[in-house]
C-alpha cells in the first residue's frame, strides 16, 4: 500500500539565485551528458531553464494540475512530448546542398516544425518597453518534503533516502504508470517510452555519495546554485532560508513543501513617462512575484535591497557575502571534491 | 455461449501443443468453444493511493462489460485465450500520455484459494500472466494485497496477441508442470480476469476484472 510519506532524517536543500542566472544552460548541459543521453532519455531534462515570465516547459508548466490543496491531491495530467518539446533533428544535408536556399531549422521526428521546447520563450519576458523584463528560472526536481509523486504511486516504486531526502524511482517497480508524473505540479517527472518507466532527476546521489557536488551546482559559472543539508545552521540554504529568509519556495501554493528555493529577482523600480526611475513602481508585478514564490516575497526583496546598500557603502552584509560567493567552495557545503581526483567517475551502480 | 453468473469453465484437450495456438486466429481455435465472462469496474474506494482515488472519481472506468474466455490443453501445456471488443484499440504506448490496451490472468499462487479482490494477501498471494499491448513478452506478477505487485524474472508464460475488426485476441500459454501456479491435468484452479483500455487511460488498479473467481477446470 501506498503510504504518506514520513520526514528523513536529514534533508537536502538547495537555493538557486535568480539574480545571477545567465541563462547559460551549462547547467542542463552538465545534467544532460551524465545521466540522460541513453536511448528513450533523448527529450528529457532533468535540469531545465526558462525565461519567465513564460510558458516553461511544458508549455504552460504551472498549468497541470497536481500537488495538494487543503492536503487533499489535485489531479493533474501528463502533457504530451510535444509539449515538453522533442529532441529534435536537423536537415544538414538539405542545407548544404540548397547554395543556402533552405533553411535551417529544426524538425520534429515526423518532419513538422516544433510547436514547443526547451525555453521556448527564450529572453521574451513580460511588462512592456521601456519596463520590460524577465528572469531565468532553474528547475530540477525539488525532493519535495510532501512529495506528491511520491504519494501518488499505487505501487510504492518511488522511495525517500533516509539520509538526505533524494527521492528516487525504483525502476523495477515502475510499471510506467505515470500517476507520480501527473500528480508533480512542477511536471519534473519524465516517461522512458522505449522502457516503459518513469525517470527523473537523482540529485547526482552518486556524486553527493563521493563528495562531489551536483552537475548542475558545480558547472553553473555565475555561482547561482547553493547546496547543503537543511540541518546544517552554518550551511547556505539554512542561512538562506531560514535566518535570512530571502530563499523561498516555488509556487508554496501547490502544497508540496519543496526542497529547491529561490532568491527572488530583484528588478530595478518602472520608468515613468519621464524616463526616470518611479522608486513606488516595482518593474516586475509583486502580483506575479506572490504568485510564484508566495507572500514572503516582498519582505525577501526588501531584505536583499538593504543588505545591497550595505554593501555598497562598504559596510559588511554576511548576506551579500553568501550570495556572491567569492570563494567557490562555499557553494557546495560538504561536497567539495572534485571529481577529476576519484579513481572513478561517480555513476549509478 | 453462457450467459450469467459463471462459475466454471473447462479447458478443452486438443492433441498435441502447437504454435498455431499461440495465434489467437490460429486455426485450432476454430474449435474451441468461448464462454462469456462479465466483467466490472474495480472499486475505486479500495485504490491504494489517494492520488487515484482523486483523480477518478466521477470518472467511469472498467466499462467493457464482458470478455471471451477459452481454454485449451495441448500437449502438456495450458493455452488461456481472452477476446474482447476493442473500437479504439491503443496497439503501444506512444506518448506520455497515452496507455496500451492490456489484459491479465490471475491464479491463486498455490492453485487453491486467495482473496481475489485484494489480490491476495501475506498468506496467500495471487500470481497473474499479464499483457500489455505493443510488448512481446508478458509479465507474469505476483502480489500479497494491492499495490503489492512484483515481477517475476525469467518465467515460462508467453503471449500471442491480434488486434483485427474491432477485438483483441490474446493468447496465454504456460507447461503445466513448470514454475508457477500449480496446473495439473484433471484439477481445477480459480482464475480472474482483469480487462485495461488504454482509450480511457486505463491502468494499475483502474480497470475492468471478475469480481469473483472463476473455477478453471483442466482436463485429464
Same mark, same amino acid.
Given at each position: 500500500?501506498?503510504?504518506?510519506?514520513?520526514?528523513?532524517?536529514?534533508?537536502?536543500?538547495?537555493?538557486?539565485?535568480?539574480?545571477?542566472?545567465?541563462?547559460?544552460?551549462?547547467?542542463?548541459?552538465?545534467?544532460?551528458?551524465?545521466?540522460?543521453?541513453?536511448?528513450?532519455?533523448?527529450?528529457?531534462?532533468?535540469?531545465?531553464?526558462?525565461?519567465?515570465?513564460?510558458?516553461?516547459?511544458?508549455?504552460?508548466?504551472?498549468?497541470?494540475?497536481?500537488?495538494?490543496?487543503?492536503?487533499?491531491?489535485?489531479?493533474?495530467?501528463?502533457?504530451?512530448?510535444?509539449?515538453?518539446?522533442?529532441?529534435?533533428?536537423?536537415?544538414?544535408?538539405?542545407?548544404?546542398?540548397?547554395?543556402?536556399?533552405?533553411?535551417?531549422?529544426?524538425?520534429?521526428?515526423?518532419?513538422?516544425?516544433?510547436?514547443?521546447?526547451?525555453?521556448?520563450?527564450?529572453?521574451?519576458?513580460?511588462?512592456?518597453?521601456?519596463?520590460?523584463?524577465?528572469?531565468?528560472?532553474?528547475?530540477?526536481?525539488?525532493?519535495?518534503?510532501?512529495?506528491?509523486?511520491?504519494?501518488?504511486?499505487?505501487?510504492?516504486?518511488?522511495?525517500?533516502?533516509?539520509?538526505?531526502?533524494?527521492?528516487?524511482?525504483?525502476?523495477?517497480?515502475?510499471?510506467?504508470?505515470?500517476?507520480?508524473?501527473?500528480?508533480?505540479? +512542477?511536471? $519534473?517527472?519524465? #516517461?522512458? /517510452? %522505449?522502457?516503459?518507466? &518513469?525517470?527523473?532527476? @537523482?540529485?547526482?546521489?552518486?556524486?553527493?555519495?563521493?563528495?562531489?557536488?551536483?552537475?548542475?551546482?558545480?558547472?553553473?559559472?555565475?555561482?547561482?546554485?547553493?547546496?547543503?543539508?537543511?540541518?546544517?545552521?552554518?550551511?547556505?540554504?539554512?542561512?538562506?532560508?531560514?535566518?535570512?529568509?530571502?530563499?523561498?519556495?516555488?509556487?508554496?501554493?501547490?502544497?508540496?513543501?519543496?526542497?529547491?528555493?529561490?532568491?527572488?529577482?530583484?528588478?530595478?523600480?518602472?520608468?515613468?513617462?519621464?524616463?526616470?526611475?518611479?522608486?513606488?513602481?516595482?518593474?516586475?508585478?509583486?502580483? +506575479?512575484? $506572490?504568485?510564484? #514564490?508566495? /507572500? %514572503?516575497?516582498?519582505? &525577501?526583496?526588501?531584505? @536583499?535591497?538593504?543588505?545591497?546598500?550595505?554593501?555598497?557603502?562598504?559596510?559588511?552584509?554576511?548576506?551579500?557575502?553568501?550570495?556572491?560567493?567569492?570563494?567557490?567552495?562555499?557553494?557546495?557545503?560538504?561536497?567539495?571534491?572534485?571529481?577529476?581526483?576519484?579513481?572513478?567517475?561517480?555513476?549509478?551502480? | 455461449?453462457?450467459?450469467?453468473?459463471?462459475?466454471?469453465?473447462?479447458?478443452?484437450?486438443?492433441?498435441?501443443?502447437?504454435?498455431?495456438?499461440?495465434?489467437?486466429?490460429?486455426?485450432?481455435?476454430?474449435?474451441?468453444?468461448?464462454?462469456?465472462?462479465?466483467?466490472?469496474?474495480?472499486?475505486?474506494?479500495?485504490?491504494?493511493?489517494?492520488?487515484?482515488?482523486?483523480?477518478?472519481?466521477?470518472?467511469?472506468?472498467?466499462?467493457?462489460?464482458?470478455?471471451?474466455?477459452?481454454?485449451?490443453?495441448?500437449?502438456?501445456?495450458?493455452?488461456?485465450?481472452?477476446?474482447?471488443?476493442?473500437?479504439?484499440?491503443?496497439?503501444?504506448?506512444?506518448?506520455?500520455?497515452?496507455?496500451?490496451?492490456?489484459?491479465?490472468?490471475?491464479?491463486?499462487?498455490?492453485?487453491?484459494?486467495?482473496?481475489?479482490?485484494?489480490?491476495?494477501?501475506?498468506?496467500?498471494?495471487?500470481?497473474?500472466?499479464?499483457?500489455?499491448?505493443?510488448?512481446?513478452?508478458?509479465?507474469?506478477?505476483?502480489?500479497?494485497?494491492?499495490?503489492?505487485?512484483?515481477?517475476?524474472?525469467?518465467?515460462?508464460?508467453?503471449?500471442?496477441?491480434?488486434?483485427?475488426?474491432?477485438?483483441?485476441?490474446?493468447?496465454?500459454?504456460?507447461?503445466?508442470?513448470?514454475?508457477?501456479?500449480?496446473?495439473?491435468?484433471?484439477?481445477?484452479?480459480?482464475?480472474?480476469?482483469?480487462?485495461?483500455?488504454?482509450?480511457?487511460?486505463?491502468?494499475?488498479?483502474?480497470?475492468?476484472?471478475?469480481?469473483?473467481?472463476?473455477?478453471?477446470?483442466?482436463?485429464?
Amino acid at each position: 500500500m501506498a503510504t504518506v510519506s514520513s520526514r528523513p532524517a536529514r534533508q537536502l536543500a538547495m537555493v538557486f539565485d535568480l539574480n545571477k542566472c545567465l541563462g547559460c544552460q551549462s547547467c542542463s548541459i552538465a545534467c544532460k551528458t551524465l545521466w540522460t543521453d541513453a536511448p528513450g532519455m533523448e527529450s528529457m531534462w532533468w535540469n531545465i531553464v526558462n525565461t519567465m515570465p513564460g510558458g516553461g516547459t511544458p508549455k504552460n508548466v504551472f498549468s497541470h494540475g497536481g500537488g495538494y490543496k487543503n492536503g487533499e491531491p489535485v489531479p493533474g495530467t501528463f502533457p504530451p512530448l510535444r509539449e515538453f518539446g522533442e529532441a529534435w533533428g536537423f536537415d544538414h544535408e538539405a542545407t548544404f546542398s540548397s547554395g543556402g536556399k533552405a533553411a535551417f531549422h529544426p524538425l520534429e521526428r515526423d518532419g513538422s516544425s516544433p510547436e514547443w521546447g526547451p525555453n521556448w520563450d527564450e529572453d521574451m519576458g513580460g511588462g512592456q518597453y521601456p519596463n520590460s523584463y524577465f528572469f531565468y528560472l532553474q528547475q530540477i526536481c525539488a525532493n519535495c518534503s510532501k512529495p506528491a509523486c511520491l504519494e501518488a504511486c499505487p505501487r510504492t516504486a518511488l522511495y525517500r533516502r533516509e539520509e538526505d531526502g533524494i527521492i528516487l524511482i525504483d525502476e523495477e517497480r515502475c510499471h510506467g504508470y505515470r500517476f507520480c508524473a501527473e500528480a508533480c505540479p +512542477y511536471k $519534473r517527472i519524465y #516517461f522512458n /517510452p %522505449g522502457r516503459a518507466v &518513469a525517470q527523473k532527476c @537523482i540529485a547526482c546521489y552518486p556524486r553527493l555519495e563521493a563528495g562531489v557536488a551536483p552537475a548542475c551546482v558545480r558547472q553553473c559559472p555565475g555561482r547561482v546554485r547553493h547546496v547543503d543539508y537543511m540541518d546544517n545552521r552554518e550551511g547556505h540554504p539554512y542561512k538562506l532560508v531560514h535566518e535570512w529568509k530571502v530563499a523561498l519556495p516555488l509556487r508554496p501554493d501547490f502544497g508540496t513543501e519543496p526542497n529547491v528555493f529561490y532568491v527572488p529577482p530583484l528588478a530595478p523600480p518602472a520608468f515613468n513617462e519621464a524616463g526616470e526611475f518611479d522608486e513606488t513602481k516595482p518593474r516586475i508585478p509583486d502580483e +506575479y512575484l $506572490r504568485e510564484m #514564490f508566495g /507572500p %514572503g516575497v516582498e519582505k &525577501a526583496l526588501e531584505t @536583499i535591497q538593504v543588505e545591497r546598500e550595505k554593501a555598497a557603502r562598504g559596510e559588511p552584509s554576511e548576506l551579500i557575502d553568501i550570495l556572491i560567493a567569492r570563494d567557490w567552495n562555499d557553494l557546495l557545503g560538504p561536497f567539495t571534491t572534485n571529481p577529476a581526483e576519484l579513481d572513478r567517475p561517480p555513476r549509478v551502480s | 455461449m453462457t450467459a450469467g453468473t459463471l462459475t466454471s469453465v473447462t479447458a478443452e484437450r486438443l492433441g498435441e501443443a502447437s504454435p498455431q495456438l499461440l495465434a489467437p486466429a490460429g486455426t485450432p481455435w476454430e474449435k474451441v468453444s468461448e464462454t462469456t465472462v462479465s466483467l466490472a469496474p474495480t472499486p475505486l474506494d479500495a485504490q491504494p493511493s489517494a492520488y487515484v482515488r482523486t483523480s477518478w472519481a466521477g470518472r467511469p472506468h472498467g466499462a467493457l462489460a464482458n470478455v471471451g474466455l477459452s481454454a485449451v490443453v495441448a500437449g502438456d501445456a495450458l493455452y488461456v485465450r481472452l477476446r474482447w471488443a476493442a473500437p479504439e484499440p491503443r496497439q503501444a504506448i506512444t506518448d506520455n500520455d497515452t496507455y496500451a490496451d492490456a489484459c491479465a490472468v490471475l491464479f491463486p499462487l498455490d492453485g487453491k484459494s486467495a482473496e481475489l479482490a485484494t489480490m491476495g494477501d501475506e498468506q496467500s498471494p495471487v500470481q497473474a500472466w499479464h499483457w500489455r499491448a505493443g510488448t512481446a513478452l508478458p509479465f507474469v506478477i505476483t502480489a500479497t494485497g494491492l499495490g503489492t505487485v512484483s515481477r517475476v524474472p525469467n518465467h515460462p508464460v508467453s503471449v500471442g496477441a491480434a488486434w483485427d475488426s474491432g477485438s483483441w485476441s490474446v493468447v496465454f500459454k504456460r507447461g503445466l508442470g513448470e514454475q508457477g501456479v500449480p496446473l495439473a491435468a484433471g484439477a481445477s484452479v480459480p482464475l480472474g480476469i482483469a480487462v485495461w483500455s488504454g482509450s480511457n487511460s486505463e491502468r494499475a488498479g483502474i480497470k475492468a476484472h471478475t469480481p469473483a473467481w472463476i473455477t478453471l477446470k483442466l482436463p485429464k
